[in-house]
DNA sequence: GAATTAAATAGATAGTTATCTAATTGATTA
DNA sequence: TAATCAATTAGATAACTATCTATTTAATTC
């Protein structure tokens, strides 16, 4: 059974409910009692108590006509995990988030129909944006001559070597210490 | 720098600001990449960035004139290990409970002015707290004769027999086994 | 079976908050 | 210095929710 990140934080995100947390930590309880001990009407607790349920925090058993709710450690203790893991937040809950959707946009602005270059952004994270969708002409491990270089960037934009350059000096591209040729090394990773 | 635990869960109670974390788990991201990624104003955006800087799960870094954002992995972790200390939970948030509430509620239905008791509550958590309350006649470690012990409940309801009975059913005052002599046990724990 | 009692449900209300647009601030570039 | 750009602040609004009272349900006791 997993615990869902968002109705686990939405139950523990309040003052009342985190105090039965507390009180149910050391002791089961009924309805009543937390009541008074909350100073909070029945219904009140009850609505608490709901919501805790639905994130599996606590669970009721039925005692002549209590309810008496007890924590459930185990919701506790798998919730700190996924915190701890990082790539239990990653996960959970990022089902409809765009990545890309800013690389997007600033090649929407700066790119013509055609995917030429119109102008080169002032803002470096632009620019960046801008490089990567150049780089995507090279292949891998392949070799390249400067003519060739300046040839593929040219369907880009008419200043090939200011393409060629910064691509260089963010070492997207590796040039050959003796200047003969270039290169885009083979990526790793997933 | 400690963690408090209900801004800590009111920050995580949303499902954008939840996604800011898990983006923010991968690499560091300025206001308006965040806003283009979840499809969201920037303004939006700030206010939840605020929230969650509050709360200490993330930072800015001015750069530019943008304020890169990233994630204070630190507070995951410290949020994390108070879940699973359940101590964590008790102390931060219950300031203000009143654990006696229930009881006291009980003892003055079922009590007279004088202390003496007006009459058995029928229902078992409710008798309970009368014992309870009986209970503190007697000292710790202290033997009675059966005589004493019905002189002391006395004060309390003239059918001592049931006190008696229901006392030590519940293993609260011991009986010699021969029934010569009775006691309450020490105390132990804080 | 009638009376009692705890819990849950329904419905109402006041307080909170997530989001937006518009205006302001603060920093950078030309 | 003026123009540009990202971030924040201010103000407004719609959605949500914590709480209450009143009612209903379900279980127990006399």
New binding site residues.
């Given amino acids: 059974m997993t615990v869902e990140l968002l109705p686990f934080f ?1 139950a523990l ?5 985190l105090k039965i947390i507390g009180l149910l930590a050391g002791q089961s309880l ?4 937390l ?1 008074d001990m909350l ?13 805790l349920a639905q994130a599996g925090l606590v669970s ?1 058993r ?8 007890r924590l459930e450690q185990g919701a506790l203790e798998e919730a700190a995990r996924l915190l701890l893991s990082t790539e239990g937040i990653r996960g959970a809950v990022m089902a409809d988030v765009d990545l890309e959707a800013y690389d997007r946009k600033v090649l929407s602005n700066f790119l013509t129909a055609e995917g030429r270059i119109k102008t080169f952004p ?3 994270k ?1 620019f960046e944006v801008i490089l990567r969708y150049v780089l995507k002409v090279f292949e891998p491990g392949v070799r390249y001559s400067e003519r060739q270089v300046n040839e593929l960037l040219g369907q880009f934009h008419p200043d090939t070597a200011t393409l060629r350059r910064e691509l260089v000096s963010h070492g997207w591209l590796k040039r050959q210490s003796d200047g003969s040729s270039y290169w885009k090394e083979i990526e790793e990773g997933t």
Avoid: F, N
């Avoid at 100073?39 to 919501?51: C, E, G, K, M, Y």
């Fill in positions: 939405k995100a309040d003052a009342s409910r009924s309805v009543e009692q009541a100073d909070l009407r029945p219904p009140t607790v009850s609505h608490h108590l709901a919501i009721a039925a005692e002549g006509y209590y309810s008496m709710y002032g803002q470096l632009k």
